[in-house]
């Protein structure tokens, strides 16, 4: 039972990573696809060692990806590294600061043209809203003000 539980757990974070592209979750839910493997060929491990042997695997593969993060090459070379701040967009899904949302631009930004967007405050479908920040795969965006 104790496998099927952990191989639920990482298809859950797999999913979810899926979702939201952070990266955390893949190494999370990769992490817990092996404790479902450990615990397939060591059924009797106690719930504490499946507990603490999760914990030490998932602070690996989290460190195993900073380590691949931080020597991964610049990917915006010949771009300034904030041209893209300021740039105006339209909310085609609804942002809150609880839910992300997407935008629009005219123009590809970064070579996507609709992106994850997140907000601190909330922002209706066909608002004008401008990039403050690129988060990861995502970005952060304020209302345009215009006038």
């Known amino acids: ?38 615990t397939l060929f060591w059924p009797e491990m106690s719930l ?3 507990a603490l042997n999760y914990a030490v695997l998932a602070a690996l593969a989290l460190a195993i990806m900073r380590k691949l993060e931080k020597r991964k090459p610049d990917l915006r070379v010949g771009q300034a590294q904030g041209e893209e701040i300021g740039r105006e967009g339209v909310v085609i ?22 992106w994850v967007a997140y907000a601190d ?8 809203a401008i990039i403050v920040a ?4 995502s970005l952060r965006v304020a209302p345009a003000h215009h006038g």
């Open 121 to 128: 405050t909330a922002m209706a479908v066909q608002q004008a």
């Open 93 to 114: 899904e609804a942002i809150s600061p609880m839910q992300p949302g997407k935008i629009r631009f005219a123009q590809g930004v970064l070579g996507s043209r609709e």
């Open 48 to 50: 504490a060692l499946q």
């Open 1 to 38: 039972m104790q496998t099927g539980w952990w191989c639920g757990l990482g298809l859950v974070l797999l999913c979810s990573e899926m979702l939201l592209g952070t990266l955390y979750l893949l190494w999370l839910g990769i992490a817990a696809l092996a404790m479902a493997a450990l």
């Open 134 to 137: 690129v988060e990861g795969n």
